[in-house]
Structure formats: structure tokens, C-alpha cells
């Protein structure tokens, strides 16, 4: 059968391996290594099957009420969907346009973000982190819009709350998408929702795979102006008017309302952090400060190689900028123990 051109180039992203067969500990794709909060599990044990049988609610109401009042915004302002790829996928539709002027990215950034453009015919220009891997915000302003992670991944280093006011007052009323996967293990910026009072331009993306460990049940939301919100929801009814099921609205909304869990798991994984990054520098690593449920750790290739010998998956990228690191998710302390003897000995 004859298959478009699109389909035969277009390069996909590549997610972290899924090994099958030998056991590993896997820190290769920055799961939380702590089970979701036991009130997911009694969504779970509550849900009614028979539910099932019918199409979810479109409007999601009760999820978004939940996301709503923890991020201290108006209902409206709240779009859901199936992970955040698919909120970014749909944000990057609704934003920007085919052919047009360029959407302006870091060079060393999320992968995920120059596929959506292809995938949409949008145009890309980069720009080159600094030495030290930040970003410099003021060089993302000559374009349509401008796309960051923050913090940023692969190299877990933040952007100041301030820097990023900067960027939105400089680009007008072109978008800024703020993608804040990993806001939650952040301790030296803060996210970027509160900026919405006074920028109209800006969407901040979240997801509940990382920090409520729900990473198997693919749900994202983004937060934005009501306008915004209602041209995603148009988009998004253009390819899939039912993303979030039944089960997914009703496991995150539980997820959501679990504060005092959320934010218990959340410091373990800080606190594990600090200490293994602390070791490493101590044997002579070079890693990045990180701001995220990871760590860049210095080593490439070969400790990639070696700790996959050893039964350990960390995530190493080819691109020329980052080769010479691996990305390491922060597992339990138990964890993170197997890692440290498989790599220092």
C-alpha cells in the first residue's frame, strides 16, 4: 500500500527503553518511585464499571474543579487531556501556525518538541544554551512564540520565575508554552501560573505522570486564559472529543486532592537527590544542579553501557551537546544504592 511521504520521514520521538525479559532497576524515564497516594486506590476499588459503558464527560468538570482550586485559578482556565504530550501536541496546533514564522526552542531542550512541529508543518529556529546548559530567555524572542521546560530536560536546570515575566513582556502577545512537567521537585523557582494575572500570552503545561506517580494512567493539563482553554477544546474536537476516560478523571481528581501525600512523596525524592548527587560529586562527577526528579550526570556512552551490564537502565543521549552525560531518574534510596555500586565499583 502506498503510504504518505509524511509517514515514511517523519522522525518520531524516542522514548526511553521498556526492557523485557532480564530484570533492571530503571531509571531511565523519570517514573517516581513511590506508588500514588492509597486514595487513588480506592477510586480505583470504588469505580463504578458499569460506567464504562458510556462515554466520559467531555468537560471533565470535577477534575478541573480539583485543578482549578490548586492552582488557584478559574475553572475555565483549566484544559485536560491524555498526558501532557497530547496537551502540548494540541497547544502547538492551536498556537502556532504552519509555514509561518519560526517557533523558537532551546537546542538542548525536550526532543518531543521539534516532532510536534514537524508533525505540523510549523517552522523551528534554536537556540544554543549557554556553557553551563541555562537558558538565556532574552535569545528566544525572534519568532511566533517561543517553547521552554522549566525546569528543563534533559538538564534539569531551572529558569528564574523572573526570567521568564522577562520573556512574556518581550514577546508581546505571541505565546510563551511554559512546560512544567517537573515543577513539583523544584526548589529554586517557582512555577509560572501566578504570571497569568498579568500575561495573556502564557500556558503553563503540567502533567501527572511525574510527581503524583501516575504515570500509567496518561493524564496532562495545561492553564491558561479562557480563550486559550476554548481554542485547544476546539482543536482537540477536531481530532478526539473524549481524551481523558472515566476512570483517568476520577483516579487524578483523588491524586489532586491528596496534598499531604503529594507533597511527602515529592520530598523523599528531593531528599534522595541531594544526597546521591553529593556522592557523585564527591567521586569526581560532574552533575548538573538539579531542579528535577533526575540528575545529568557526567560519564556518556560508557557509564550508560556499564550500568545496563550491571542491571542498571539510565537514559543516554546521542545528541553532540549532551553525549557525554547520562540522565539518571532518581529512584528509591534502595534504588539509587544499586546505581551507585553498579557505577563507582
Request: charged fraction near 25%; hydrophobic fraction near 40%; glycine fraction near 6%.
Amino acid at each position: 500500500m502506498k503510504l504518505s511521504r509524511f509517514s515514511m520521514s517523519v522522525e518520531p520521538y524516542a522514548a526511553g527503553e521498556q526492557p523485557r525479559g532480564k530484570r533492571f532497576v530503571k531509571l531511565n524515564t523519570n517514573e517516581n518511585p513511590y506508588p500514588p497516594a492509597p486514595e487513588c486506590a480506592k477510586a480505583i476499588k470504588s469505580f463504578d464499571a458499569d460506567r464504562l459503558k458510556l462515554y466520559p464527560g467531555i468537560a471533565a468538570r470535577e477534575l478541573r474543579e480539583a485543578i482549578a482550586e490548586k492552582e488557584n485559578v478559574g475553572v475555565d482556565c483549566v484544559f485536560v487531556g491524555n498526558g501532557s504530550d497530547e496537551v502540548l501536541s494540541l497547544a502547538f496546533r492551536a498556537l502556532f501556525d504552519p509555514h509561518g514564522e519560526p517557533v523558537v526552542f532551546p537546542s538542548v531542550t525536550y526532543s518531543f518538541y521539534p516532532v510536534f512541529c514537524s508533525m505540523y508543518g510549523i517552522n523551528t529556529a534554536t537556540v544554543e544554551n549557554e556553557a553551563d546548559f541555562t537558558v538565556a530567555v532574552e535569545k528566544l524572542t525572534d519568532g511566533q512564540g517561543a517553547v521552554i521546560a522549566n525546569p528543563n530536560a534533559p538538564t534539569s536546570l531551572p529558569i528564574d520565575l523572573d526570567d521568564i515575566e522577562t520573556l512574556l513582556s518581550r514577546m508581546g502577545e505571541r505565546p510563551v508554552i511554559v512546560d512544567e512537567a517537573y515543577i513539583d521537585f523544584a526548589r529554586r523557582t517557582r512555577s509560572a501560573v501566578p504570571l497569568l494575572k498579568r500575561y495573556d500570552n502564557l500556558v503553563v503545561v503540567k502533567t501527572f505522570s511525574k510527581s503524583y506517580s501516575l504515570a500509567g494512567i496518561r493524564c496532562g493539563y495545561m492553564i491558561a486564559g479562557p480563550e486559550t482553554v476554548a481554542a485547544l477544546e476546539r482543536v482537540r474536537d477536531c481530532f478526539n472529543s473524549y481524551p481523558v476516560d472515566s476512570l483517568c478523571q476520577a483516579v487524578c481528581t483523588a491524586a489532586i486532592k491528596a496534598t499531604g501525600y503529594h507533597e511527602a512523596s515529592v520530598q523523599k525524592v528531593v531528599e534522595t537527590r541531594t544526597r546521591v548527587m553529593k556522592i557523585l560529586r564527591t567521586a569526581g562527577y560532574e552533575v548538573l544542579e538539579s531542579d528535577t526528579n533526575f540528575l545529568l550526570v557526567s560519564g556518556g556512552e560508557r557509564d550508560y553501557l556499564k550500568l545496563k551490564d550491571r542491571g542498571v537502565l539510565v537514559r543516554w543521549f546521542s545528541a553532540e551537546r549532551v553525549r557525554g552525560y547520562t540522565r539518571v531518574s532518581v529512584g528509591s534510596d534502595e534504588e539509587m544504592d544499586v546505581y551507585l555500586r553498579a557505577l563507582l565499583k
